[in-house]
């Protein structure tokens, strides 16, 4: 059973850069896309971006000028750096993995991608 | 990006109740809609991909409806353990975007 841990530091300065490691258990990294996600406290899921087994990218554009996701396969971990913090980026921040799901239609299979493994999440207050 | 609405932002119903939550897509996106269930403190958890399979391990009085820019995810017979958070998501296109999420409480 594939199991996700995301670990890094709970405080970070302003104008600093976050860091964050999602170690996989259980399964590997080349394959599928591995992604995070951030909540902000009372607020709702944002996407900040996920890096598929080849190691494209992609971001979402509110934060892709600050943002970078790696993938160590050797280590079996994905990464998350998000720079020049501010208040704003306090958050849990969830690692998770994104697959594709064949589902059976009249005449053929049609793929659909959705988060089916979350990390338990962790919290990183910005604060001086 | 395509935006995602849902409503009722939050909604109280009592245990055997039955409730359907709508989520609306900006533009056309098939049938590339999850659903995500979560607790307080806890990650969330798939429920319903692809706007209607439900995942493996997840009751069936959860069920999912709709396509192209409109989807509704019904819970029928409410149980105790069903008071959370409810997220809709599009998987049609990157950025992903998550719908604003209901709220459902016990009434």
């Known amino acids: 059973q594939v199991q996700l841990q995301e670990s890094g530091p709970g405080l970070v300065k302003p104008s600093e850069t976050l860091s964050l490691t999602c170690t996989v258990s259980?399964?590997?990294?080349?394959?599928?896309?591995w992604s995070w996600v951030r909540q902000p406290p009372g607020e709702g899921l944002q996407w900040i971006g996920y890096?598929?087994?080849?190691?494209?990218?992609t971001y979402s554009p509110s934060l892709q000028s600050r943002v970078t996701i790696s993938l160590d396969t050797s280590k079996n971990q994905f990464s998350l750096k998000l720079r020049s913090v501010t208040a704003a980026d306090t958050a849990v921040y969830y690692c998770?993995?994104?697959?594709?799901?064949?589902?059976?239609?009249?005449?053929?299979?049609?793929?659909?991608?959705?988060?089916?493994?979350w990390g338990q999440g962790t919290t990183v207050t910005v604060s001086s | 990006d395509i935006q995602m609405t849902q409503s009722p932002s939050s909604l109280s119903a009592s245990v055997g109740d039955s409730v359907t939550i709508t989520c609306r897509a900006s533009?056309?996106?098939?049938?590339?809609l999850n659903w995500y269930q979560q607790k307080p403190g806890k990650a969330p958890k798939l429920l319903i991909y692809a706007a209607f399979s439900l995942q493996s391990g997840v009751p069936s009085r959860f069920s999912g409806r709709g396509s192209g820019t409109d989807f509704t995810l019904t819970i029928s017979s409410l149980q105790r353990e069903d008071f959370a958070s409810y997220y809709c998501q599009q998987s049609y296109g990157s950025p992903r975007t998550f719908g604003q999420g209901t709220s459902l409480e016990i009434k």
């Open positions: 890096i598929y087994y080849t190691g494209r990218t």
């Open positions: 259980g399964g590997s990294v080349s394959r599928f896309h």
């Open positions: 533009q056309y996106i098939s049938n590339n």
């Open positions: 998770a993995r994104e697959i594709v799901f064949s589902v059976e239609g009249s005449l053929q299979y049609y793929h659909y991608d959705a988060m089916d493994v």
